[in-house]
């Protein structure tokens, strides 16, 4: 569904991403990890076309992006920090979005509901805390039911009821055959939603693996074990060598 | 386009510094115009508050306002939609809002004290200089990443056209005046639309001797006519290259 091939962009001297090819295929979950500064977020960032890369091709339903605008509609972005015009009310932002995306007239608002965000739509963008914005901002990721979710940091700032349903919402979204690209710092909010595991270090592709194949190498069931295990073989090895 | 603009100016005249600033200036419109006897030296003191405040009221406020959108722009561009587009929505929201502030401050309290000639060029003027100095601060925010040093060079842009760049021109005029440089100032003019803003005013008004050297020399050369237009087109440049420029810039620009 997306395939970046040596994907490379520097900003100034400093290598965000370093030569990077990565296939994600439709019905996966897959989690973008690593240190802060590795490039996740240059590299979700990418694939919207938010960040022109210096080098290497990016396709999305085997569709070179380049200029082109239109692959957009395939995706549904929630950012990382979601600020809106402070006067707007959040039914007017939604309202907007709506506008913007005109060629799509399904919406899925389960979440709208959800998250009780539907009660509140009249209250301005300014008066709201980080948290409802993050709200906000999922339900606009997920109002188009596109195929491919791209989510940076959902979960950081919600209550863990939100990050229940938030979570919940992920699973079923993944099971309808859709992608999802997530990255996270919280790695037990990962375990049970992630399928395949992406950990990028100083803009380098550290693995790609499978949960089940991190599962099989560590024999660990949780995935912050899984991933601080193989991180330490990884160091291991380097300092045999 | 037309979309995100219609939600940007719905934000933006709801915003309290926009509405601030109308009033503002609707309240010194009435005073200086109720004050003196003759119109005319009313709308003179109109024009100079119109100078002063308007391309820095518009380039600081728009800088702001585009550096405090970036991460809505950001998620804006995440949707179907073209760069471009976005851009100019966002500035076409803006100037929207902000000349309808000045039109209503300003324009409101002259249309009914003394509706003539010169102020609807007044009323133009301010548009003109709303404009360009939103476009000015279009272009600040895509060369800049961080935003204070956009602010910085926001308040430097201002200084630069509305103090600066007559103090060169004497400067220029001063030191060559043995030599025919009337119609190099007259050039040079051209490259401050503050300037641009007063002749195309002054050459309304019948005050010649306020109207500087350059003025004069507008009058005697190109006449009223002739000027105001090559004024307005010398103006409307200052909007333009600064839009196309920033729409270039912001293709390939990193968020």
């Keep these: 569904m997306i395939h970046i091939n040596a994907l490379t962009k520097s900003f100034g001297s400093f290598k965000?991403?370093?030569n990077i090819s990565l296939n994600f295929a439709k019905g996966r979950t897959v989690s973008l990890l690593g240190p802060n500064g590795s490039g996740k977020t240059t590299l979700i960032?990418?694939?919207?076309?938010?960040?022109?890369?210096?080098k290497?091709?990016?396709?999305?339903?085997?569709?070179?992006?380049g200029n082109d605008w239109q692959y957009r509609s395939h995706i549904g972005y929630m950012p990382q920090i979601g600020r809106y015009p402070e006067n707007m009310t959040i039914g007017q932002v939604i309202k907007m979005i709506k506008d913007i995306r005109k060629d799509n007239v399904q919406y899925d608002e389960e979440l709208i509901t959800q998250l009780g965000v539907d009660k509140i739509s009249s209250k301005t963008m300014r008066?709201?805390?980080?948290?409802?914005?993050?709200?906000?901002?999922?339900c606009l990721a997920f109002l188009f039911s596109p195929g491919i979710l791209i989510l940076d940091e959902p979960t950081a700032g919600l209550d863990p009821l939100a990050s229940e349903i938030l979570k919940d919402k992920i699973i079923q979204e993944c099971n309808k055959g859709k992608l999802v690209l997530i990255t996270s710092h919280i790695l037990s909010?990962?375990?049970?939603?992630?399928?395949?595991?992406?950990?990028?270090?100083?803009?380098k592709l550290i693995f790609y693996k499978s949960v089940d194949e991190l599962q099989h190498m560590t024999s660990e069931t949780k995935l912050n074990k899984m991933i601080a295990s193989v991180m330490r073989n990884e160091h291991t090895k380097t300092a045999d060598i | 386009m037309k979309t995100i603009m219609k939600y940007v100016v719905a934000d933006?005249?709801?915003?309290?510094?926009?509405?601030v600033y109308a009033i503002i200036l609707a309240v010194l419109s009435f005073s200086v115009l109720s004050i003196d006897e003759n119109p005319a030296k009313g709308l003179l003191s109109l024009l100079n508050v119109t100078l002063l405040f308007v391309p820095l009221i518009s380039i600081l406020f728009a800088t702001i306002y585009y550096f405090n959108s970036i991460e809505f722009i950001e998620l804006l561009l995440a949707q179907p939609v073209r760069r471009n587009k976005v851009l100019l929505a966002e500035y076409a929201g803006l100037t929207i809002s902000l000349s309808l502030a000045y039109l209503l401050g300003v324009g409101l309290p002259v249309m009914i004290i003394s509706?003539?000639?010169?102020?609807?060029?007044?009323?133009?003027?301010?548009?003109?200089?709303?404009?360009?100095?939103?476009?000015?601060?279009?272009?600040?925010?895509?060369?800049?990443?961080?935003?204070?040093?956009?602010?910085?060079?926001?308040?430097?842009?201002?200084?630069?056209?509305?103090l600066l760049f007559d103090g060169l021109l004497l400067i220029f005029i001063y030191s060559f005046n043995e030599y025919p440089i009337d119609k190099a100032v007259l050039g040079i003019t051209a490259f401050n639309p503050v300037d641009l803003a007063r002749i195309l005013m002054?050459?309304?008004?019948?005050?010649?001797?306020?109207?500087?050297?350059?003025?004069?020399?507008?009058?005697?050369?190109?006449?009223?006519?002739?000027?105001?237009?090559?004024?307005?087109?010398?103006m409307l440049f200052w909007v333009l290259l600064p839009l196309m420029l920033s729409v270039r810039v912001f293709r390939k620009k990193d968020l």
């Design chain 2, 12 to 19: 933006l005249i709801r915003n309290k510094v926009i509405v």
């Design chain 1, 56 to 65: 290497g091709t990016i396709s999305i339903n085997d569709k070179q992006i």
């Design chain 1, 189 to 203: 909010d990962l375990d049970g939603i992630t399928n395949d595991v992406v950990y990028l270090q100083d803009g």
């Design chain 1, 45 to 54: 960032k990418s694939i919207l076309g938010l960040v022109i890369p210096d």
């Design chain 1, 16 to 18: 965000a991403l370093d």
């Design chain 2, 202 to 234: 002054l050459l309304q008004l019948d005050v010649a001797v306020l109207m500087g050297y350059s003025g004069a020399l507008f009058k005697k050369f190109l006449g009223t006519g002739t000027g105001s237009v090559y004024v307005v087109i010398c």
């Design chain 1, 127 to 138: 008066s709201l805390s980080g948290g409802t914005r993050q709200k906000v901002s999922a």
């Design chain 2, 115 to 162: 509706p003539n000639l010169a102020a609807i060029t007044l009323l133009m003027s301010g548009f003109l200089l709303t404009l360009i100095f939103t476009a000015i601060a279009l272009l600040i925010f895509v060369l800049f990443k961080d935003k204070t040093k956009g602010i910085g060079a926001a308040i430097a842009a201002a200084m630069f056209f509305t």
